[in-house]
């Protein structure tokens, strides 16, 4: 039987640690972006990607050197969950729009003649310079624009301070989730803005609970020191905030595990989020609560509250 | 707050059971279905291409090529115009929208006559009540003519709307399975084609605009075909179709043109058993071929399609009855998409393909084979999870996941919206996370209980506490899946959908479902029965 109700761990004692390590980890992120840069995925810097199965394993690094005499720039070959499963990328080519839908015939006939075994195309995706342009840029509209309504919507049912506070965990999170893609250099590409987007809704969903909590404990501890009171209320809300983690952990892993190649950068990039987005609700979002001088005096009579 | 009238017990069950119903013609095969009685739904879940297996294609329309055509008859009416009013003309320079040239003598009555003329030559396009659709502004001899916006915009939507329906008839010819056109924005066109993964013969097919016309040789000048001189004035130089090297000298004017063409149809020649397509004009252009196959009997008439001779038989002798047909070394295909092509019309202006996304049936079969087990394992660990936590209301919350699981199903049939592979894991991430909503209860009464509530009034006041939590958290969630909605397109879109389906089901399950469960269990509640000891 898991209980972890009643507990009494002072959260606010490691705030210092935490904010530095949080400091830490954004630095590395915003410096990875700028060393490494994002490995973008054709989604975003166009070009061609086909995936293929063949009944033989197939020795890469020869077909490597075959596609690589085609002359159509950067090619990379890997592996994609088994060795007889093989991603191709070739890099957008000079020229606009009309000249990308070349490269998959070319690359097709060569793969014909080159590969002595069966070969099933699974996928092919050919992204033009307009598109990616375009896909990258309403991308990020999407994460402002979704960070900026959470902003408006707590400022709303809350107060600035909180709203802020909770902003604040929120640009964390997305920075760090960015920054791991940057370090590993995996593959970011459409499906994981929207991870982003759904850590944003996530990791806010963890925040909102905590600040309901220290809401309800403004009112109902008037002269409760601050610190105490934002310790109280992350405490109240741990069980809360650990069991639903789990949850979502546990579905998620196994989309991990088992979902499949395509979808695997997704899960991680939601894995991470989550586990990001649990850390930031209980050592920034409600620690930071403290800096922002919350108001003490609530309007009982709130609409939303008027069940208690 | 525990005690459910009939009437709400009634409605919360019919809700669900509505839903559950429209989740069960997943659970068949299309045949079985087809078997059923009437009143059972038949809708399953709408997979999308990436699930399915299918070809994704954006296409826009050349809309440059559109305003240059336009900018060069206004070039041609103008000249036209200044030549007969024997004006002299000079610096006249055709940039990308509009004319410039020097003149002298320049007057209303000759800007009147080339507005009338342009006016005359665009009614197809212009809206009605339009007065004019140039502006001509003068500073001293220079004289500047450019379209109206309002024009240009027309012209674009004009061509767009047409290359639609001209896309539409190339693919339907095809018989393709359900495709999906549509138009996006001012100049795309998004083609969606279920089970094609490999869809290069659709783009061949639609990479030409497929300008069908009869232009007679230039007889006039010695010419060799491989190192041709310069053209004479009224003529161009073509390339073969067969062969790039091949070269002929062929009038500019136009005697006949494909939109003249009723019906165009493969076959073979009964003599030379050699695949050709024979077409048949309407009957301005039955009279059109006829008056120049008359009077040029023994001379060569080119037949060109986008620009390049197809082939340029001798005139042996007229032909009226306004039928022929083209032969041009095809193999049977190539005569058969020719057909196609000339059925469906020439595409006002080429169309670009900005996008390709392909998925070839296995994987999109081993895409449903992994979410589904994925989302099984998945499932299996959080009602394990649950129990464990929460006992016995942990159990109602795993019987109220899977009722939400069927729910999501049942929508996702009944709006018939899109699943995709994303959308399987926004599905996946519900199971994790709609047992939130139950947490954030069960924790609320836990904590009443230890504050010293009896059972009854624990559960009740942790419905009732936990509420505006819930509403906010899940708000924040629903906030994202919108915006997601919004700004993507595609397998994403699909993620969000199911997001946001998953949150309502789950916020409602939570509130009725897992609730009513515990009302009929009221009487008998016990603090161990939310996970705490029982002497808690």
């Not at chain 1, 929207?194 to 309800?216: H, K, P």
């Not at chain 1, 850390?279 to 208690?308: G, H, Q």
């Not at chain 2, 399915?52 to 036209?80: F, M, P, Y």
Request: net charge negative; with cysteine.
């Amino acid at each position: 039987m898991l209980n972890i109700s009643g507990t009494q761990i002072n959260f606010l004692k490691v705030r210092v640690i935490t904010f530095i390590l949080s400091a830490i980890l954004i630095c590395l992120s915003i410096g990875a972006f700028f060393v490494n840069g994002l490995n973008f995925g054709i989604d975003f810097k166009g070009g061609t990607l086909i995936e293929i199965e063949t009944s033989q394993e197939i020795e890469i690094s020869g077909l490597r050197d075959n596609l690589n005499t085609l002359e159509l720039g950067d090619v990379q070959v890997q592996e994609f969950g088994s060795s007889k499963n093989l991603l191709i990328r070739v890099e957008q080519q000079l020229g606009g729009d009309q000249v990308q839908q070349d490269v998959v015939q070319i690359v097709k006939d060569s793969l014909g003649s080159y590969l002595s075994t069966d070969i099933n195309f699974r996928r092919t995706e050919v992204v033009g310079p307009k598109v990616s342009g375009e896909l990258i840029q309403s991308g990020a509209i999407a994460i402002f624009v979704a960070v900026f309504a959470m902003l408006v919507y707590i400022w709303f049912r809350f107060e600035w301070q909180f709203s802020l506070g909770a902003v604040l965990a929120l640009v964390h999170d997305v920075i760090l989730t960015i920054g791991v893609f940057c370090i590993t250099q995996l593959e970011f590409n459409l499906p994981i803005i929207a991870a982003i987007l759904t850590i944003v809704g996530y990791s806010m969903n963890d925040t909102v609970v905590v600040y309901d909590r220290v809401r309800e404990n403004l009112r109902k501890y008037r002269s409760k020191e601050i610190t105490d009171l934002l310790n109280l209320s992350i405490n109240d809300t741990l069980s809360r905030t650990i069991v639903t983690s789990v949850t979502t952990l546990l579905a998620l892993l196994s989309l991990f595990i088992f979902g499949g190649e395509v979808i695997k950068g997704f899960t991680f990039a939601m894995i991470w989020g989550v586990v990001v987005g649990t850390y930031s609700s209980i050592f920034v979002a409600a620690p930071l609560l403290r800096y922002l001088d919350v108001k003490r005096e609530w309007n009982t009579t709130s609409a939303v509250d008027s069940t208690r | 707050m525990l005690y459910f009238s009939n009437l709400k017990t009634f409605s919360v069950l019919s809700v669900i059971i509505i839903t559950l119903f429209f989740a069960v013609p997943n659970f068949f095969s299309k045949e079985q279905l087809n078997s059923f009685p009437n009143f059972i739904p038949k809708q399953q879940v709408n997979l999308g291409l990436d699930l399915q297996g299918g070809s994704h294609l954006l296409l826009e329309v050349d809309t440059e090529e559109i305003i240059k055509e336009r900018v060069e008859n206004l070039n041609a009416d103008v000249r036209r115009v200044l030549k007969k009013n024997n004006l002299n003309y000079s610096n006249f320079k055709v940039s990308n929208e509009s004319l410039k040239f020097v003149v002298e003598d320049f007057n209303s009555e000759i800007q009147k006559e080339i507005s009338e003329l342009s006016m005359s030559n665009s009614q197809n396009i212009l809206a009605m009540g339009d007065q004019t659709n140039l502006i001509i502004t003068q500073e001293e001899n220079t004289i500047q003519i450019n379209f109206t916006e309002e024009f240009i915009k027309q012209s674009v939507s004009n061509a767009v709307a047409q290359s639609l329906e001209i896309v539409r008839r190339r693919i339907d010819e095809l018989g393709t399975r359900e495709p999906s056109i549509q138009r996006q924005g001012s100049s795309r066109i998004i083609i969606q084609l279920p089970g094609i993964d490999d869809p290069d013969r659709i783009k061949s097919l639609l990479g030409q605009t497929a300008k069908l016309t009869f232009q007679l040789v230039d007889t006039s000048v010695n010419f060799d075909p491989f190192n041709p001189s310069k053209a004479p004035i009224g003529s161009e130089i073509l390339v073969s179709d067969a062969d790039e090297e091949f070269k002929y000298i062929v009038k500019k004017r136009i005697m006949v043109g494909g939109e003249n063409l009723v019906d165009a149809q493969p076959g073979f020649d009964p003599q030379t058993n050699e695949p050709i397509v024979s077409f048949r004009f309407d009957r301005i252009g039955a009279t059109k071929f006829g008056r120049v196959t008359q009077q040029n009997v023994g001379k060569p008439f080119a037949i060109v399609l986008d620009n390049k001779v197809i082939s340029a038989p001798v005139i042996r002798e007229s032909i009226l009855g306004g039928s022929g047909q083209i032969s041009g070394g095809f193999d049977s295909e190539e005569a058969n998409d020719l057909a196609i092509l000339l059925r469906a019309g020439a595409l006002p202006a080429p169309l670009i393909i900005l996008e390709e996304r392909s998925v070839g049936p296995d994987l999109g079969a081993d895409s449903i084979e992994a979410g589904q087990f994925a989302a099984i394992i998945g499932f299996i660990a959080v009602i394990i999870f649950m129990i464990f936590v929460y006992r016995y209301f942990g159990l109602l919350a795993d019987i109220a996941l899977i009722i939400n699981l069927f729910m999501v199903l049942g929508v996702l049939s009944l709006f018939q919206a899109t699943l995709t592979l994303p959308g399987i894991a926004g599905i996946i991430l519900t199971i994790g996370m709609a047992v939130d909503a139950n947490v954030l209860i069960f924790e609320r009464v836990r904590e009443e209980i230890r504050n010293g509530s009896n059972m009854m009034n624990a559960v009740e006041n942790g419905y009732k506490r936990a509420l505006s939590t819930i509403l906010d958290a899940n708000i924040t969630t629903l906030i994202a899946a919108i915006i997601l909605f919004f700004m993507a397109s595609g397998p994403v879109r699909g993620f969000s959908i199911t997001l946001a389906i998953g949150i309502f089901t789950s916020v409602f399950t939570a509130f009725t479902f897992t609730r009513l469960l515990i009302s009929l269990n009221a009487k008998r509640l016990k603090p161990n029965f939310v996970g705490l000891s029982k002497n808690a």
